[in-house]
Every structure is written in structure tokens, then in C-alpha cells.
């Protein structure tokens, strides 16, 4: 098989050290051994900075053309970000599946060989790792994310409580947190018993709901139980500013990619919190992406292929980015709630026949495809319309609607309209 890099180099990452196997030409290039033809020599280097740029010298002076690492953990993180720009060199980040070695024969030394082996063929292929401005996009975004997480789970510990205490708020209110939710239970929390006072602390749009505010107040509270709800309280405000602050961060750190972000809000169910996350997954660059199909089998929100002797084994979606197919799941459930779109008229098309969970991912790939073509156009989004498959197939229509009525016991005759 032809080397394309008959200088390479694969490197097995851990926590404290990675093996790095240099490969390159023997003492023998001609030779009938393969000892004689190609040099394998494997060395062990730290984790820490100093470390990693001694190894960068040591690649340098090796005249290494491609590095190859495989994506560990976060731990490869370090090891890229400081060879990246190696002079005449490519790195590559590969993902673990793709480069699984032979079973019986797995270790650090094997690995990094074998991924040198791989990469001077040219038989990997890199995983994308976006620039360093939206690397720092993707931190924030990923961290808000995680706070908002952390800030819903401190709400159901709230809940949990108050089952605990007899006070079923949660059965009336849609929100715990809230302004009327957190006027009642910290009026609670400092010793008000009254049912009739504390239903009177709801907002003036809850006034229709006195009594059932009054049965669900009426529990077991305790002082033990006041004390809880105030440290709840705390946390969840503590989890709000710092969604706040890391908002503010955001909206200086993606002026950059205004544009592209301005550009996706414009699809029905795409909210400014979901552009903010899909900007910083796909790096707001496009060709990236050779085609539409591509972006979407790199997100992960297109079938797979698993065909043996004829037979298709399994289509389940592949895991893509799980950050991305996060923020379009949310997206698409808000775009089929929408009324004459597009997005809501397919869901409801696709539900009848394929399920409502492979509807919405049908929903999450239409959405890639739509932004892939709009970053390549620059155009805003152009809704076909919730009457897209009425026009697109009027007879069919046509005779759905009579079928229906036929099925209700009328009589129908049809004329043109003039």
C-alpha cells in the first residue's frame, strides 16, 4: 500500500503520559523485512505544557509531515491545541471509533503504532476541531447549558420537598420558581399558615385559581421545611446570574458570527439560545461540510447504514454531536407547535406514518439542511407554508378530503370555483 506520510506519527493520549510512535524510513528502504524497510520507535512523554513542547521540538526535529491522536476523554485537548500549527505538518484528531485496533492486541505501545501505521496511509480521517474563537464560543454555550441543567434540577429538589411537606403548589402553578411560586413559599418559609393569605400573595391572573391554591397550601409545613426552601431559593438565584453573566459573555464573544446567527433566527422554532448553540457546533462555516447530507451525518439527525448480504441490519441515527442535536431537538419541538409552517404541517405528515420520535428527527434534519443552504446563500428563510403538500399534490388532497367527509356520511359533489 502507497505511504502518503512516510514520516508519521501516532500518538495514544492519557491523563499523565502519552506514547508517541515515530515512524519513518528504515535502514533498508528496499529491503524484503519490514524491520529493514520502516523504523518504529515508540517513546513515552508527560501531559504537562513544557512537556508536550519539548515533544513539539522532538516531532520537528524528526521531520514528522502528519501526527495522528485519537480523541480521549478531554485529555487530548492539550496535546492539539499546542501542535496544531506544527510547522509543514498535518495534525489529526481522529475519533476512537474509527481507528479500533486489532482485538487480542490492545496497549499504549500498539495503539500509538498502529495509529502511525493508519496515518501514513492515509487511511483516517481528521475530526473536525473548530478555531480557537469558536472553541471559546462553544465553552460558554456549554457551560450555560449545563448551569440551566443544574438550575432545573434544583427546581425538582424544591418540588420533591414539598411533596415532602403536604404542599402540592407544583399541581396548580407551571413554574415553582416563578413570582407568585416564590411570593407563597417564602411567606412559608417565614412562618405565614394561612392558606386564604397565601393564595392572596398569587398574581392577579391566578385569581381563578383561589381554591385550588388554598387546598394545595394547606400541608405539614415545619420551620426544618422554611429553611430548605430559602438555601432552594439561594441556589436557583445563584444559577440566574450566572446564566446572566454568561449570557452577557456571549453576545461579545459571537459578534464575530452575528450574521450567521441573525441568518438561522429567521427559521420557524429557532430561538436567539438555540442560534447561540448551533453557531458555536458548527462553527458558522459551512464549507466545512461538502453538502447538506454531510452536516446532517455529522450531527447525527440522518439514518444510518448497516447493510450485510442484502439485508439492512439497523437504521438507528448515529450519536453526531450530542450538544447540537440537543439545542435542534428543542428547536423542532417549538417549530411544530407553530401554526402554517412548513415544520408543522411535515411533523404531523411524517407522525401518522413513521412515529412521532423519527418525525421530530426528520424535523432536526430538515433544519440542518435549511441552515446548510442558507449559509451558502446568505438568503433568510423562505417557509413553503402550512398548505406546501396541499398545493404540491392537489389531487391527492383532494380526494383525502372527500374520503373524510364520505367516512362522516355526506354526500359530497364538487364544483369549480369561479
Not at 487530548?76 to 476512537?96: Q, R, S, T
Not at 450530542?322 to 407522525?351: E, M, S, V, W
Request: charged letters at 25%; one cysteine or more.
Amino acid at each position: 500500500m502507497e505511504e502518503l506520510h512516510p514520516r508519521c506519527a501516532g500518538i495514544d493520549i492519557g491523563k499523565k503520559y502519552a506514547k508517541v510512535c515515530v515512524r519513518g524510513p528504515g535502514a533498508d528502504p528496499g529491503g524484503r523485512r519490514k524491520a529493514d524497510r520502516v523504523s518504529e520507535v515508540v517513546t513515552t512523554w508527560g501531559s504537562m505544557t513544557n512537556q508536550i513542547l519539548a515533544l513539539r521540538e522532538h516531532l520537528v526535529a524528526e521531520r514528522v509531515t502528519c501526527v495522528v491522536m485519537e480523541a480521549t476523554g478531554d485529555y487530548w485537548k492539550p496535546y492539539f491545541y499546542l501542535l496544531e500549527d506544527l510547522p509543514g505538518c498535518e495534525v489529526m484528531l481522529v475519533n476512537a471509533r474509527h481507528v479500533k485496533n486489532v482485538p487480542g492486541r490492545k496497549s499504549d505501545v500498539n495503539d500509538a503504532t498502529w495509529l502511525a501505521q493508519l496515518g501514513a496511509h492515509g487511511l483516517v480521517r481528521a475530526s473536525f476541531v473548530p478555531p480557537p474563537p469558536i472553541r471559546e464560543l462553544r465553552d460558554l454555550t456549554r457551560t450555560r447549558t449545563a448551569v440551566t441543567r443544574e438550575r432545573s434540577r434544583e427546581v425538582l429538589r424544591l418540588e420533591k420537598l414539598l411533596e415532602g411537606a403536604g404542599i402540592k403548589l407544583s399541581s396548580v402553578v407551571s413554574d415553582l420558581s416563578g413570582v407568585s411560586s416564590r411570593r407563597m413559599l417564602l411567606a412559608l418559609a417565614d412562618g405565614e399558615r394561612d392558606p386564604q393569605r397565601l393564595a392572596g400573595l398569587a398574581h392577579w391572573s391566578m385569581r381563578g385559581k383561589t381554591g385550588a391554591l388554598v387546598q394545595a397550601l394547606t400541608g405539614q409545613f415545619t420551620e426544618h421545611h422554611g429553611f430548605l426552601v430559602r438555601t432552594h431559593f439561594d441556589l436557583i438565584d445563584k444559577h440566574d446570574q450566572v446564566i446572566a453573566e454568561l449570557t452577557a459573555r456571549i453576545e461579545v464573544v459571537i459578534e464575530p458570527f452575528r450574521g450567521f446567527r441573525d441568518l438561522i433566527c429567521s427559521i420557524p422554532g429557532i430561538s436567539t439560545l438555540v442560534a447561540d448553540v448551533v453557531t458555536a457546533e458548527t462553527g458558522a462555516d459551512m464549507t466545512r461540510f461538502a453538502t447538506a447530507a454531510r452536516l446532517a451525518s455529522w450531527a447525527g439527525v440522518c439514518p444510518g447504514i448497516n447493510e450485510s448480504a442484502g439485508k439492512v441490519k439497523s437504521t438507528k441515527t448515529r450519536h453526531g454531536n450530542n450538544h447540537l442535536k440537543g439545542a435542534l431537538g428543542i428547536a423542532a419541538l417549538a417549530a411544530i407547535g407553530t401554526k402554517d409552517t412548513y415544520y408543522a404541517a411535515r411533523y404531523q405528515r411524517l407522525k401518522t406514518r413513521r412515529g412521532a420520535k423519527r418525525a421530530l428527527v426528520a424535523i432536526q434534519h430538515d433544519m440542518l439542511v435549511a441552515i446548510w443552504h442558507m449559509a451558502q446563500t446568505g438568503e433568510l428563510y423562505n417557509d413553503p407554508g402550512g398548505d406546501y403538500y396541499q398545493r404540491l399534490q392537489p389531487d391527492r388532497a383532494r380526494r383525502h378530503a372527500i374520503a373524510q367527509l364520505q367516512r362522516l356520511g355526506y354526500e359530497v359533489t364538487l364544483a369549480q370555483a369561479s
